[in-house]
Protein backbone atom coordinates (compact mmCIF):
# COMPACT_ATOMS: atom_id res chain seq x y z
CA UNK A 1 0.00 0.00 0.00
CA UNK A 2 1.39 3.59 -1.01
CA UNK A 3 0.68 6.43 1.27
CA UNK A 4 1.70 10.51 -0.43
CA UNK A 5 -0.06 12.09 2.61
CA UNK A 6 1.21 15.33 1.97
CA UNK A 7 2.20 17.99 -0.15
CA UNK A 8 5.47 19.47 -1.78
CA UNK A 9 4.87 23.55 -1.25
CA UNK A 10 7.53 26.08 -1.10
CA UNK A 11 10.45 23.33 -0.21
CA UNK A 12 8.55 21.39 2.57
CA UNK A 13 6.81 18.02 2.26
CA UNK A 14 3.49 19.57 4.34
CA UNK A 15 -0.07 18.37 5.39
CA UNK A 16 -3.41 19.70 4.20
CA UNK A 17 -4.83 22.33 5.84
CA UNK A 18 -7.78 20.11 6.38
CA UNK A 19 -7.24 16.40 6.54
CA UNK A 20 -8.84 14.68 3.79
CA UNK A 21 -7.62 11.27 1.78
CA UNK A 22 -8.94 9.76 -1.23
CA UNK A 23 -8.17 6.11 -2.10
CA UNK A 24 -6.54 5.00 -5.29
CA UNK A 25 -7.74 2.13 -7.09
CA UNK A 26 -5.72 -0.05 -8.78
CA UNK A 27 -6.96 -0.99 -12.32
CA UNK A 28 -5.80 -4.67 -12.91
CA UNK A 29 -7.07 -5.68 -10.02
CA UNK A 30 -9.93 -3.41 -8.45
CA UNK A 31 -8.79 -3.17 -5.26
CA UNK A 32 -7.38 -0.07 -3.43
CA UNK A 33 -3.25 0.00 -4.21
CA UNK A 34 -2.91 3.28 -2.01
CA UNK A 35 -4.09 6.77 -0.57
CA UNK A 36 -3.46 10.16 -1.38
CA UNK A 37 -4.66 13.14 0.56
CA UNK A 38 -6.86 15.65 -0.92
CA UNK A 39 -6.32 19.13 -1.07
CA UNK A 40 -8.90 22.53 -0.51
CA UNK A 41 -8.87 25.88 -1.64
CA UNK A 42 -6.07 26.86 1.47
CA UNK A 43 -3.75 24.29 0.39
CA UNK A 44 -3.76 26.36 -3.68
CA UNK A 45 -3.77 29.39 -1.24
CA UNK A 46 -0.04 28.34 0.30
CA UNK A 47 0.98 27.18 -2.97
CA UNK A 48 0.46 29.96 -4.68
CA UNK A 49 1.86 32.23 -1.93
CA UNK A 50 5.16 30.35 -2.35
CA UNK A 51 5.68 29.87 -5.70
CA UNK A 52 4.64 34.05 -5.81
CA UNK A 53 6.87 34.78 -3.59
CA UNK A 54 9.84 32.53 -5.58
CA UNK A 55 9.45 34.22 -8.66
CA UNK A 56 11.61 37.61 -8.65
CA UNK A 57 14.89 35.68 -7.70
CA UNK A 58 14.32 32.54 -9.92
CA UNK A 59 13.16 34.33 -12.82
CA UNK A 60 16.29 36.41 -12.57
CA UNK A 61 18.67 33.38 -12.31
CA UNK A 62 21.28 32.86 -15.22
CA UNK A 63 20.69 30.13 -17.78
CA UNK A 64 23.61 28.31 -16.61
CA UNK A 65 22.17 27.95 -13.03
CA UNK A 66 18.56 27.10 -14.45
CA UNK A 67 20.70 24.02 -16.86
CA UNK A 68 22.69 23.42 -13.47
CA UNK A 69 19.18 22.63 -11.52
CA UNK A 70 17.71 20.38 -14.71
CA UNK A 71 21.08 18.30 -14.97
CA UNK A 72 20.61 17.43 -11.06
CA UNK A 73 17.61 16.47 -11.64
CA UNK A 74 18.15 14.19 -14.67
CA UNK A 75 20.82 12.70 -12.21
CA UNK A 76 17.50 11.93 -9.86
CA UNK A 77 15.44 10.88 -12.54
CA UNK A 78 17.82 8.36 -13.99
CA UNK A 79 18.48 6.93 -10.14
CA UNK A 80 14.40 6.47 -9.50
CA UNK A 81 13.44 4.98 -13.35
CA UNK A 82 12.45 1.72 -11.95
CA UNK A 83 10.50 3.53 -9.19
CA UNK A 84 8.43 5.30 -12.06
CA UNK A 85 7.83 2.53 -14.27
CA UNK A 86 6.15 0.70 -11.01
CA UNK A 87 4.05 3.53 -10.00
CA UNK A 88 2.70 3.84 -13.66
CA UNK A 89 2.06 0.51 -13.71
CA UNK A 90 0.31 0.64 -10.48
CA UNK A 91 -1.38 3.60 -11.57
CA UNK A 92 -3.21 3.23 -14.69
CA UNK A 93 -2.60 -0.14 -15.19
CA UNK A 94 0.29 0.12 -18.07
CA UNK A 95 2.43 -3.27 -18.91
CA UNK A 96 5.05 -3.69 -17.07
CA UNK A 97 7.61 -3.14 -20.66
CA UNK A 98 5.22 0.19 -21.71
CA UNK A 99 5.51 1.67 -18.30
CA UNK A 100 9.26 1.06 -17.67
CA UNK A 101 10.05 1.33 -21.27
CA UNK A 102 8.15 4.61 -23.17
CA UNK A 103 6.20 6.07 -20.26
CA UNK A 104 9.37 6.77 -18.37
CA UNK A 105 11.34 7.42 -21.66
CA UNK A 106 9.11 9.74 -22.26
CA UNK A 107 9.97 11.93 -19.08
CA UNK A 108 13.69 11.39 -20.01
CA UNK A 109 13.14 12.72 -23.44
CA UNK A 110 11.40 15.71 -22.55
CA UNK A 111 14.16 16.39 -19.63
CA UNK A 112 16.67 15.75 -22.29
CA UNK A 113 15.02 17.74 -24.75
CA UNK A 114 14.08 20.61 -22.36
CA UNK A 115 18.00 20.48 -21.46
CA UNK A 116 18.96 20.84 -24.92
CA UNK A 117 16.64 23.54 -26.00
CA UNK A 118 17.53 25.93 -22.76
CA UNK A 119 21.20 25.92 -23.83
CA UNK A 120 20.45 27.30 -27.34
CA UNK A 121 17.06 28.98 -26.43
CA UNK A 122 17.15 33.00 -27.15
CA UNK A 123 15.85 35.11 -24.91
CA UNK A 124 16.92 38.41 -26.48
CA UNK A 125 16.96 39.56 -29.89
CA UNK A 126 17.62 42.92 -31.37
CA UNK A 127 15.39 44.42 -34.56
CA UNK A 128 16.79 47.55 -35.12
CA UNK A 129 16.66 50.09 -32.60
CA UNK A 130 14.32 47.70 -30.53
CA UNK A 131 15.15 44.65 -27.99
CA UNK A 132 12.72 42.01 -27.98
CA UNK A 133 13.21 40.44 -24.56
CA UNK A 134 10.90 36.71 -23.59
CA UNK A 135 10.78 36.47 -19.95
CA UNK A 136 8.86 33.80 -17.70
CA UNK A 137 4.97 34.81 -17.49
CA UNK A 138 5.48 34.07 -13.71
CA UNK A 139 2.96 31.50 -11.50
CA UNK A 140 2.14 28.57 -13.83
CA UNK A 141 -0.74 25.73 -12.76
CA UNK A 142 0.14 22.76 -14.58
CA UNK A 143 -3.43 20.34 -14.90
CA UNK A 144 -2.64 16.75 -15.93
CA UNK A 145 -4.11 13.56 -16.98
CA UNK A 146 -3.56 10.31 -16.38
CA UNK A 147 -3.10 8.53 -19.39
CA UNK A 148 0.62 9.12 -19.95
CA UNK A 149 1.14 10.77 -16.29
CA UNK A 150 4.94 11.08 -16.74
CA UNK A 151 4.61 12.83 -20.09
CA UNK A 152 2.73 14.97 -19.16
CA UNK A 153 3.67 16.57 -16.41
CA UNK A 154 7.46 16.62 -17.65
CA UNK A 155 6.29 18.30 -20.62
CA UNK A 156 5.18 20.95 -18.87
CA UNK A 157 7.26 21.16 -15.47
CA UNK A 158 10.79 21.25 -17.53
CA UNK A 159 10.47 23.78 -19.80
CA UNK A 160 8.26 25.78 -17.03
CA UNK A 161 11.60 25.47 -14.55
CA UNK A 162 14.01 26.14 -18.10
CA UNK A 163 12.32 29.49 -18.59
CA UNK A 164 12.41 30.61 -14.91
CA UNK A 165 9.15 30.37 -14.26
CA UNK A 166 7.74 29.07 -10.48
CA UNK A 167 4.71 26.71 -10.56
CA UNK A 168 1.93 24.38 -8.83
CA UNK A 169 1.27 20.97 -9.95
CA UNK A 170 -2.01 19.47 -10.14
CA UNK A 171 -1.57 15.70 -11.21
CA UNK A 172 -4.92 13.06 -11.89
CA UNK A 173 -6.37 11.74 -8.60
CA UNK A 174 -6.60 8.10 -11.02
CA UNK A 175 -2.50 8.13 -11.16
CA UNK A 176 -1.13 10.59 -8.61
CA UNK A 177 1.54 8.40 -7.54
CA UNK A 178 4.64 8.99 -10.50
CA UNK A 179 3.73 12.91 -9.75
CA UNK A 180 4.42 12.44 -6.23
CA UNK A 181 7.93 10.72 -7.33
CA UNK A 182 8.44 13.53 -9.66
CA UNK A 183 8.33 16.07 -6.77
CA UNK A 184 10.83 13.84 -4.66
CA UNK A 185 13.15 14.25 -7.74
CA UNK A 186 12.48 17.80 -8.50
CA UNK A 187 13.36 18.51 -4.15
CA UNK A 188 15.90 16.37 -4.40
CA UNK A 189 17.94 17.84 -7.45
CA UNK A 190 17.83 20.84 -4.84
CA UNK A 191 15.59 23.27 -6.48
CA UNK A 192 14.84 25.91 -4.45
CA UNK A 193 11.80 26.22 -2.10
CA UNK A 194 8.76 28.01 -3.79
CA UNK A 195 9.94 26.93 -7.41
CA UNK A 196 8.22 24.12 -8.00
CA UNK A 197 4.67 22.51 -5.73
CA UNK A 198 3.07 20.25 -5.77
CA UNK A 199 -0.89 19.32 -4.35
CA UNK A 200 -2.92 16.38 -4.95
CA UNK A 201 -7.14 16.67 -4.83
CA UNK A 202 -9.88 16.77 -7.32
CA UNK A 203 -9.75 18.72 -10.68
CA UNK A 204 -13.32 20.35 -9.01
CA UNK A 205 -11.64 21.97 -5.97
CA UNK A 206 -7.96 22.30 -6.89
CA UNK A 207 -8.45 22.59 -10.55
CA UNK A 208 -11.45 25.14 -10.03
CA UNK A 209 -9.28 27.26 -7.34
CA UNK A 210 -6.05 27.03 -9.38
CA UNK A 211 -8.42 28.21 -12.86
CA UNK A 212 -9.87 31.52 -10.74
CA UNK A 213 -6.57 32.55 -8.36
CA UNK A 214 -5.54 35.65 -8.81
CA UNK A 215 -1.98 34.80 -7.93
CA UNK A 216 -1.87 32.11 -10.79
CA UNK A 217 -0.86 33.71 -13.88
CA UNK A 218 -0.79 31.09 -16.75
CA UNK A 219 -2.50 27.41 -17.02
CA UNK A 220 -1.30 24.69 -18.96
CA UNK A 221 -4.00 22.14 -18.90
CA UNK A 222 -3.96 18.58 -20.60
CA UNK A 223 -7.50 16.44 -20.34
CA UNK A 224 -10.60 16.78 -22.00
CA UNK A 225 -12.37 19.29 -24.17
CA UNK A 226 -15.07 19.94 -21.79
CA UNK A 227 -13.00 20.53 -18.66
CA UNK A 228 -10.88 22.53 -20.97
CA UNK A 229 -13.69 24.95 -21.35
CA UNK A 230 -14.64 25.04 -18.12
CA UNK A 231 -10.83 26.20 -16.90
CA UNK A 232 -10.86 28.91 -19.69
CA UNK A 233 -14.38 30.28 -18.62
CA UNK A 234 -12.89 30.55 -14.62
CA UNK A 235 -9.27 31.99 -16.28
CA UNK A 236 -11.31 34.66 -17.94
CA UNK A 237 -12.28 37.05 -15.07
CA UNK A 238 -8.39 37.21 -14.21
CA UNK A 239 -7.50 37.23 -17.87
CA UNK A 240 -4.81 34.22 -17.56
CA UNK A 241 -3.33 32.79 -20.22
CA UNK A 242 -4.63 29.25 -20.91
CA UNK A 243 -2.98 26.69 -22.78
CA UNK A 244 -5.03 23.36 -23.97
CA UNK A 245 -4.35 20.46 -25.30
CA UNK A 246 -7.32 18.26 -25.60
CA UNK A 247 -8.80 15.52 -27.33
CA UNK A 248 -8.36 14.43 -30.65
CA UNK A 249 -10.06 11.86 -33.28
CA UNK A 250 -6.92 11.53 -35.08
CA UNK A 251 -7.01 10.01 -39.55
CA UNK A 252 -4.35 7.41 -40.19
CA UNK A 253 -4.25 7.32 -44.03
CA UNK A 254 -3.05 4.16 -45.49
CA UNK A 255 -2.00 4.38 -49.34
CA UNK A 256 -2.68 1.59 -51.33
CA UNK A 257 0.32 0.27 -52.62
CA UNK A 258 2.97 -3.11 -51.68
CA UNK A 259 3.27 -2.37 -47.72
CA UNK A 260 -0.81 -1.62 -47.53
CA UNK A 261 -1.27 -4.87 -45.04
CA UNK A 262 1.96 -3.90 -43.10
CA UNK A 263 0.91 -0.74 -42.60
CA UNK A 264 -2.60 -1.59 -41.81
CA UNK A 265 -1.51 -3.93 -39.35
CA UNK A 266 1.21 -1.66 -37.68
CA UNK A 267 -1.33 1.56 -37.23
CA UNK A 268 -4.09 -0.99 -35.85
CA UNK A 269 -1.08 -2.30 -32.87
CA UNK A 270 -0.41 1.17 -32.32
CA UNK A 271 -3.97 1.94 -31.53
CA UNK A 272 -3.72 -0.70 -28.94
CA UNK A 273 -0.68 0.62 -27.44
CA UNK A 274 -1.59 2.02 -24.02
CA UNK A 275 -5.29 0.58 -24.11
CA UNK A 276 -5.90 3.01 -26.92
CA UNK A 277 -5.93 6.33 -23.72
CA UNK A 278 -3.70 8.69 -26.08
CA UNK A 279 -5.01 11.73 -27.04
CA UNK A 280 -3.02 11.68 -30.64
CA UNK A 281 -4.05 8.18 -31.48
CA UNK A 282 -5.03 7.49 -34.98
CA UNK A 283 -8.45 6.41 -33.94
CA UNK A 284 -9.82 6.29 -37.46
CA UNK A 285 -7.97 4.33 -40.29
CA UNK A 286 -8.78 5.54 -43.26
CA UNK A 287 -8.58 2.73 -46.73
CA UNK A 288 -8.94 2.83 -50.17
CA UNK A 289 -12.51 1.38 -50.69
CA UNK A 290 -10.83 -1.17 -53.42
CA UNK A 291 -8.18 -2.19 -50.72
CA UNK A 292 -11.42 -2.58 -48.06
CA UNK A 293 -11.13 -6.45 -47.43
CA UNK A 294 -7.26 -6.63 -47.15
CA UNK A 295 -7.95 -4.02 -44.39
CA UNK A 296 -10.55 -5.82 -42.59
CA UNK A 297 -7.87 -8.75 -42.80
CA UNK A 298 -4.73 -7.34 -41.81
CA UNK A 299 -6.63 -5.38 -39.02
CA UNK A 300 -8.56 -7.93 -37.64
CA UNK A 301 -5.54 -10.44 -37.21
CA UNK A 302 -3.65 -7.58 -35.70
CA UNK A 303 -6.27 -6.53 -33.42
CA UNK A 304 -6.70 -10.47 -32.11
CA UNK A 305 -2.54 -10.80 -31.85
CA UNK A 306 -2.56 -8.09 -29.17
CA UNK A 307 -2.43 -10.18 -25.64
CA UNK A 308 -4.29 -8.87 -22.65
CA UNK A 309 -3.77 -9.34 -19.38
CA UNK A 310 -2.17 -8.37 -16.28
CA UNK A 311 0.21 -5.33 -16.28
CA UNK A 312 2.88 -7.67 -14.84
CA UNK A 313 2.41 -10.40 -16.95
CA UNK A 314 4.35 -10.58 -20.70
CA UNK A 315 1.15 -8.88 -22.41
CA UNK A 316 1.05 -6.18 -25.07
CA UNK A 317 -2.18 -4.90 -23.38
CA UNK A 318 -3.09 -4.08 -19.64
CA UNK A 319 -6.34 -2.61 -18.47
CA UNK A 320 -7.82 0.48 -18.93
CA UNK A 321 -7.32 3.21 -16.57
CA UNK A 322 -11.27 3.07 -14.49
CA UNK A 323 -14.27 1.98 -14.33
CA UNK A 324 -15.81 4.90 -15.33
CA UNK A 325 -14.12 4.68 -18.48
CA UNK A 326 -14.34 0.92 -18.81
CA UNK A 327 -17.71 1.48 -18.66
CA UNK A 328 -18.03 4.60 -20.97
CA UNK A 329 -16.03 2.37 -23.63
CA UNK A 330 -18.45 -0.06 -23.15
CA UNK A 331 -21.25 2.42 -24.41
CA UNK A 332 -19.36 3.24 -27.44
CA UNK A 333 -19.18 0.22 -28.77
CA UNK A 334 -22.43 -1.03 -28.04
CA UNK A 335 -23.47 2.51 -29.86
CA UNK A 336 -21.09 1.47 -32.66
CA UNK A 337 -23.13 -1.67 -33.05
CA UNK A 338 -26.58 0.13 -32.92
CA UNK A 339 -25.38 2.30 -35.25
CA UNK A 340 -25.00 -0.79 -37.79
CA UNK A 341 -20.75 -0.10 -38.21
CA UNK A 342 -19.23 -3.69 -38.96
CA UNK A 343 -17.33 -5.27 -35.98
CA UNK A 344 -14.60 -7.10 -37.46
CA UNK A 345 -12.99 -7.66 -33.70
CA UNK A 346 -13.28 -7.77 -30.30
CA UNK A 347 -16.71 -6.21 -28.71
CA UNK A 348 -18.41 -6.07 -25.83
CA UNK A 349 -17.12 -7.06 -22.81
CA UNK A 350 -14.25 -8.11 -21.58
CA UNK A 351 -11.54 -10.52 -23.10
CA UNK A 352 -12.25 -14.31 -22.46
CA UNK A 353 -10.46 -15.41 -19.10
CA UNK A 354 -10.47 -12.08 -17.38
CA UNK A 355 -13.29 -11.76 -14.56
CA UNK A 356 -11.40 -9.02 -12.78
CA UNK A 357 -9.94 -5.53 -13.68
CA UNK A 358 -10.59 -3.11 -16.22
CA UNK A 359 -10.08 -5.07 -19.35
CA UNK A 360 -11.23 -4.30 -22.56
CA UNK A 361 -11.82 -6.58 -26.17
CA UNK A 362 -9.20 -4.77 -28.42
CA UNK A 363 -12.19 -4.09 -30.98
CA UNK A 364 -12.21 -2.95 -34.35
CA UNK A 365 -15.17 -1.24 -36.93
CA UNK A 366 -15.90 -0.50 -40.57
CA UNK A 367 -18.19 2.62 -40.28
CA UNK A 368 -18.63 5.67 -41.98
CA UNK A 369 -17.30 9.13 -41.00
CA UNK A 370 -20.66 10.40 -39.81
CA UNK A 371 -20.98 7.97 -37.17
CA UNK A 372 -20.92 8.39 -33.62
CA UNK A 373 -17.73 6.10 -32.81
CA UNK A 374 -15.89 7.88 -36.08
CA UNK A 375 -17.25 11.50 -34.55
CA UNK A 376 -16.34 11.15 -30.67
CA UNK A 377 -13.41 10.30 -29.15
CA UNK A 378 -13.54 6.94 -27.74
CA UNK A 379 -10.37 6.91 -25.33
CA UNK A 380 -10.11 3.25 -25.45
CA UNK A 381 -8.82 0.12 -27.62
CA UNK A 382 -11.09 1.07 -30.45
CA UNK A 383 -10.18 1.66 -33.76
CA UNK A 384 -12.86 2.30 -36.78
CA UNK A 385 -12.08 1.45 -39.84
CA UNK A 386 -13.76 3.75 -43.23
CA UNK A 387 -13.33 3.34 -46.66
CA UNK A 388 -12.42 6.44 -49.05
CA UNK A 389 -12.10 6.53 -52.83
CA UNK A 390 -9.51 8.83 -53.83
CA UNK A 391 -6.52 10.64 -52.03
CA UNK A 392 -8.70 13.69 -52.64
CA UNK A 393 -11.55 11.93 -50.43
CA UNK A 394 -9.37 10.53 -47.87
CA UNK A 395 -8.25 13.96 -47.13
CA UNK A 396 -11.69 15.40 -46.85
CA UNK A 397 -12.36 12.49 -44.52
CA UNK A 398 -9.61 13.08 -42.36
CA UNK A 399 -10.23 17.33 -41.62
CA UNK A 400 -13.76 15.93 -41.31
CA UNK A 401 -13.90 16.66 -37.56
CA UNK A 402 -14.04 18.63 -35.14
CA UNK A 403 -10.74 17.53 -33.35
CA UNK A 404 -7.19 18.28 -35.26
CA UNK A 405 -4.79 17.17 -32.59
CA UNK A 406 -2.69 14.63 -35.28
CA UNK A 407 -3.14 12.47 -38.58
CA UNK A 408 -0.77 9.83 -39.83
CA UNK A 409 0.02 8.84 -43.36
CA UNK A 410 1.83 5.60 -44.64
CA UNK A 411 2.99 4.62 -47.81
CA UNK A 412 5.98 4.02 -50.06
CA UNK A 413 5.63 6.94 -52.12
CA UNK A 414 6.58 9.63 -49.84
CA UNK A 415 6.14 12.78 -52.35
CA UNK A 416 2.31 11.61 -51.95
CA UNK A 417 2.65 11.34 -48.52
CA UNK A 418 4.12 14.58 -47.83
CA UNK A 419 1.46 16.06 -50.04
CA UNK A 420 -0.93 14.43 -47.70
CA UNK A 421 0.54 15.45 -44.44
CA UNK A 422 0.91 19.16 -45.88
CA UNK A 423 -3.25 19.35 -46.48
CA UNK A 424 -4.43 17.60 -43.06
CA UNK A 425 -5.87 20.18 -40.55
CA UNK A 426 -3.80 19.19 -37.23
CA UNK A 427 -0.82 19.80 -35.13
CA UNK A 428 1.30 16.83 -35.26
CA UNK A 429 1.40 14.80 -38.68
CA UNK A 430 3.40 11.53 -38.84
CA UNK A 431 4.74 10.55 -41.98
CA UNK A 432 5.85 6.60 -41.77
CA UNK A 433 6.10 6.64 -38.37
CA UNK A 434 8.25 9.62 -38.22
CA UNK A 435 8.81 11.11 -34.12
CA UNK A 436 10.53 13.61 -32.73
CA UNK A 437 10.90 15.12 -29.18
CA UNK A 438 11.97 18.71 -30.88
CA UNK A 439 8.65 18.63 -32.98
CA UNK A 440 5.89 20.88 -31.55
CA UNK A 441 2.89 18.75 -30.43
CA UNK A 442 -1.03 20.61 -30.07
CA UNK A 443 -3.67 20.64 -32.07
CA UNK A 444 -5.89 22.93 -34.14
CA UNK A 445 -9.94 23.05 -33.69
CA UNK A 446 -11.02 21.98 -30.55
CA UNK A 447 -7.91 19.87 -29.98
CA UNK A 448 -6.72 23.07 -28.12
CA UNK A 449 -4.47 25.94 -28.60
CA UNK A 450 -1.13 25.11 -26.95
CA UNK A 451 2.01 23.75 -28.55
CA UNK A 452 4.32 21.44 -26.34
CA UNK A 453 7.51 19.17 -26.80
CA UNK A 454 10.78 21.04 -27.70
CA UNK A 455 11.33 24.87 -28.18
CA UNK A 456 7.26 25.40 -29.06
CA UNK A 457 7.02 24.14 -25.75
CA UNK A 458 9.17 27.39 -24.03
CA UNK A 459 7.22 29.58 -25.53
CA UNK A 460 3.91 28.76 -23.59
CA UNK A 461 5.93 30.18 -20.51
CA UNK A 462 7.18 33.17 -22.17
CA UNK A 463 6.11 37.12 -21.98
CA UNK A 464 7.33 39.44 -24.85
CA UNK A 465 8.79 42.22 -24.02
CA UNK A 466 9.85 45.16 -26.36
CA UNK A 467 12.03 47.78 -25.43
CA UNK A 468 12.00 50.55 -27.36
CA UNK A 469 14.76 52.92 -28.43
CA UNK A 470 17.37 50.82 -26.71
CA UNK A 471 20.16 50.60 -29.23
P1 LIG B 1 -10.09 15.46 -17.54
O1 LIG B 1 -11.26 14.92 -16.86
O2 LIG B 1 -10.24 16.68 -18.36
O3 LIG B 1 -8.98 15.68 -16.40
C1 LIG B 1 -7.72 16.22 -16.63
C2 LIG B 1 -7.24 16.96 -15.39
O4 LIG B 1 -8.10 18.08 -15.13
C3 LIG B 1 -7.28 16.11 -14.12
O5 LIG B 1 -6.19 16.45 -13.31
C4 LIG B 1 -8.58 16.54 -13.49
O6 LIG B 1 -8.66 16.31 -12.11
C5 LIG B 1 -8.59 18.02 -13.80
N1 LIG B 1 -9.91 18.65 -13.73
C6 LIG B 1 -11.14 18.05 -13.75
N2 LIG B 1 -12.11 18.98 -13.63
C7 LIG B 1 -11.49 20.18 -13.52
C8 LIG B 1 -11.96 21.52 -13.37
N3 LIG B 1 -13.25 21.81 -13.33
N4 LIG B 1 -11.05 22.52 -13.32
C9 LIG B 1 -9.73 22.25 -13.39
N5 LIG B 1 -9.23 21.00 -13.52
C10 LIG B 1 -10.10 19.97 -13.59
O7 LIG B 1 -9.42 14.45 -18.52
P2 LIG B 1 -9.14 12.93 -18.24
O8 LIG B 1 -10.39 12.17 -18.21
O9 LIG B 1 -8.28 12.85 -17.07
O10 LIG B 1 -8.28 12.56 -19.57
C11 LIG B 1 -8.86 12.19 -20.80
C12 LIG B 1 -8.90 13.35 -21.79
O11 LIG B 1 -7.68 14.05 -21.87
C13 LIG B 1 -9.16 12.90 -23.20
O12 LIG B 1 -10.11 13.75 -23.80
C14 LIG B 1 -7.82 13.07 -23.91
O13 LIG B 1 -7.85 13.23 -25.28
C15 LIG B 1 -7.28 14.25 -23.23
N6 LIG B 1 -5.83 14.27 -23.37
C16 LIG B 1 -5.24 15.17 -24.21
C17 LIG B 1 -3.87 15.19 -24.37
C18 LIG B 1 -3.17 16.19 -25.25
O14 LIG B 1 -1.97 16.38 -25.11
N7 LIG B 1 -3.85 16.86 -26.15
C19 LIG B 1 -3.10 14.29 -23.67
C20 LIG B 1 -3.72 13.37 -22.83
C21 LIG B 1 -5.09 13.38 -22.68
P3 LIG B 1 -9.20 14.93 -11.49
O15 LIG B 1 -8.03 14.42 -10.77
O16 LIG B 1 -10.31 15.29 -10.57
O17 LIG B 1 -9.66 14.08 -12.61
MG1 LIG C 1 -12.06 13.14 -15.91
Redesign the pocket.
Known sequence: MREYLKFYIDGQWVAPATPKTGDVINPATEEVSGRISLGSAADVDKAAAAARKAFPSWSQTTREQRLELLLAIQAEYNRRLPELGEAIMEEMGAPSALAHGFHVGLGSGHLQTAIEVLREFKFEEQRGATRIVKEPIGVCAL??????PMN?TTVKVFPALAIGCTMIL?????APYSAQILAEIIHAAGVPAGVFNMLQG???VI??AL?THPEVDMIS?????G?GV??AQNAAPTVKRVCQ????KSPYIILDDASFAKNVAEATAIMMGNSGQT?SAGSRLLVPQSRLQDAIKAASEAANAVTVGDPRGNFAMGPVVSKGQYNIIQEYIIKGQDEGAQLIAGGPGRPEGLNKGWYVKPTVFVTTNDTVIARE?I?GPVLVIIPYKDVEDAVSIANDSLFG?AGYVSGEDGETCRAIARRLRAGWIGINGGFDFHGA?G?YKR??NGREWGEYGFHEYVEIKSLLGYA
Open positions: ITPWNWQKPPQLSGAGTSFTGSEVQIELGGCEFLFGSG
